[in-house]
T-cell receptor, first 115, second 115 residues
Framework: AQKITQTQPGMFVQEKEAVTLDCTYD???????LFWYKQPSSGEMIFLIY??????QNATEGRYSLNFQKARKSANLVISASQLGDSAMYFC????????????FGEGTQLTVNP | DVKVTQSSRYLVKRTGEKVFLECVQD?????MFWYRQDPGLGLRLIYF?????MKEKGDIPEGYSVSREKKERFSLILESASTNQTSMYLC??????WGAGYGYTFGSGTRLTVV
């Protein structure tokens, strides 16, 4: 079974609007961590935000927030007030306690911000 | 500024050639990883290493080998390059530990074309 699923190959949003990028995960571990990375067209991978499975609060980092719904096994990324520079590929990833330090990535979502 | 450096940004090789992709990190990280990235498939783990001279197979190791003779350097080797190994290759490193600060630092990627 796919461990990380991103069901939106492409998303479009108007500048200054909010957008949600979906991510669902599958694990039987009690302890795990969820990461979001951004990959602009230049190819570099940029860490955005992290959520631990035991974290009570949803993680936030500036305009990024993670809508963590543990029972539903979802970890959606919310970008508020979209900017043209947010146009990029976004990857959700999971680290499981039983997998050591390795991350498993989803297929990615290509976000386009329109002016 | 911490860095993971991949030796080549773009590489063109012929079918059957032996190809070396080099990755060097300056963060004294224990863990190093090689992924390939293909459209619609996300990032898939090829090999990883937790320590010098240690290596473990990832999800798609066939056709690849690795070498880690020094802590800072992790090399990916395509023994006999084939056209289906045309891809973007990403190297990453991380330290031991758990939490937001223990995600990956990525290199800028090597886009390999096998003709």
């Amino acid at each position: 079974a796919q461990k990380i699923t991103q069901t939106q190959p492409g998303m479009f949003v108007q500048e200054k609007e909010a957008v949600t990028l979906d991510c669902t995960y599958d694990t039987s571990d009690q302890s795990y961590g969820l990461f979001w990375y951004k990959q602009p067209s230049s190819g570099e991978m940029i860490f955005l935000i992290y959520q631990g499975s035991y974290d009570e609060q949803n993680a936030t980092e500036g305009r990024y927030s993670l809508n963590f719904q543990k029972a539903r096994k979802s970890a959606n990324l919310v970008i508020s007030a979209s900017q043209l520079g947010d146009s990029a590929m976004y990857f959700c990833a999971m680290r499981e306690e039983t997998s050591g330090s390795r991350l498993t990535f989803g297929e990615g979502t290509q976000l386009t911000v329109n002016p | 500024d911490v860095k993971v450096t991949q030796s080549s940004r773009y590489l063109v090789k012929r079918t059957g050639e032996k190809v070396f992709l080099e990755c060097v990190q300056d963060m004294d990280h224990e863990n190093m990883f090689w992924y390939r990235q293909d459209p619609g498939l996300g990032l898939r783990l090829i090999y990883f290493s937790y320590d010098v001279k240690m290596k473990e197979k990832g999800d798609i190791p066939e056709g690849y080998s690795v070498s880690r003779e020094k802590k800072e350097r992790f090399s990916l080797i395509l023994e006999s390059a084939s056209t289906n190994q045309t891809s973007m290759y990403l190297c990453a490193s991380s330290s031991l530990g758990w939490g937001a600060g223990y995600g990956y630092t990525f290199g800028s990627g090597t886009r390999l074309t096998v003709v």
